[in-house]
């Protein structure tokens, strides 16, 4: 799974999944998603990042050695929480803005959903990470000069720890190669804490494969273009929880 810092634990396809209307509704009463998920996820941050201070001693020291906000991954009870909270909080604006009593029994119910899902998250605990990597940031990619057709390939790379964990991909990056050239892709930033990164490539943003045998170094780049793309592993989900931290019964909602 990702990171929570990554961005939202949930996707617009996520919501509607669980509200099959959320999307004509959306449309009907002009509701940003992408932003209304933002907030959410800003909320959820908030509160447990206020959770993880809480629960630590006051040693400074001490505190060095917990989970800060950066170790805490999205597990599947955790990315079902927010997914229910944003649900609620769409309906419950709708509600008291429009007065709609349809709206009212949605926010109703989701709340009582989201209030399952946080139980289930106390029970199981918060995800953490212990060398935690943030989403790659997209790479630098530059012509070279070759004996290639050219043509168009998706570009994304990920960071690699030095427990060879790999974090979430970059997003992809169109590269438009002309005929006689082969794309030369390398890091426009690395996570300090990683100590390599993979590049993965192909001709749909959709289907990418890693390019690289080996862990590729902070300071390599290499080439792809259409016509010499390798089938390998796929983009992963992210970093898993390395440990499950105990969530106390006083979490804030989202």
């Known amino acids: 799974m990702a990171m929570l810092l990554d961005g939202p634990p949930s996707t617009i396809a996520d919501l509607t999944v669980r509200d099959s209307d959320l999307l004509d509704v959306s449309a009907t009463e002009g509701i940003d998603l992408t932003a209304k998920l933002d907030m959410v996820a800003a909320d959820v941050r908030t509160s447990i990042d206020s959770l993880l201070l809480s629960t630590a001693p006051a040693c400074v020291g001490f505190r060095e050695r917990l989970p800060s906000l950066r170790h805490i991954a999205v597990t599947a009870q955790l990315k079902l929480w927010f997914t229910?909270?944003?649900?609620?909080?769409?309906?419950?604006?709708?509600?008291?803005?429009?007065?709609?009593?349809?709206?009212?029994?949605?926010?109703?119910?989701?709340?009582?959903?989201?209030?399952?899902?946080?139980?289930?998250?106390?029970?199981?605990?918060?995800?953490?990470?212990?060398?935690?990597?943030?989403?790659?940031?997209?790479?630098?990619?530059?012509?070279?000069?070759?004996?290639?057709?050219?043509?168009?390939?998706?570009?994304?790379?990920?960071?690699?720890?030095q427990r060879g964990e790999q974090g979430l991909a970059s997003m992809p990056v169109e590269a438009d190669i002309p005929t006689n050239n082969v794309a030369s892709v390398s890091l426009a930033t690395l996570a300090e804490n990683a100590a390599g990164w993979n590049l993965f490539a192909g001709v749909s943003p959709d289907v990418l494969y890693q390019q690289n045998t080996q862990l590729l170094g902070p300071l390599a780049s290499a080439t792809v273009a259409p016509d010499t793309l390798v089938t390998g592993p796929k983009p992963g989900s992210g970093q898993h929880a390395n440990i499950l931290y105990p969530v106390p019964r006083r979490i804030l909602r989202g």
Request: zero cysteines; charged letters at 20%; hydrophobic letters at 40%.
């Open 84 to 161: 229910f909270a944003t649900l609620r909080s769409i309906y419950q604006d709708l509600y008291y803005s429009r007065l709609n009593d349809r709206y009212q029994a949605k926010m109703k119910m989701y709340g009582d959903e989201e209030a399952k899902a946080l139980d289930d998250l106390r029970t199981v605990g918060l995800g953490a990470v212990h060398d935690p990597l943030p989403q790659a940031s997209a790479p630098n990619v530059a012509m070279v000069a070759s004996t290639d057709a050219g043509g168009t390939v998706y570009v994304a790379v990920s960071y690699v720890n």
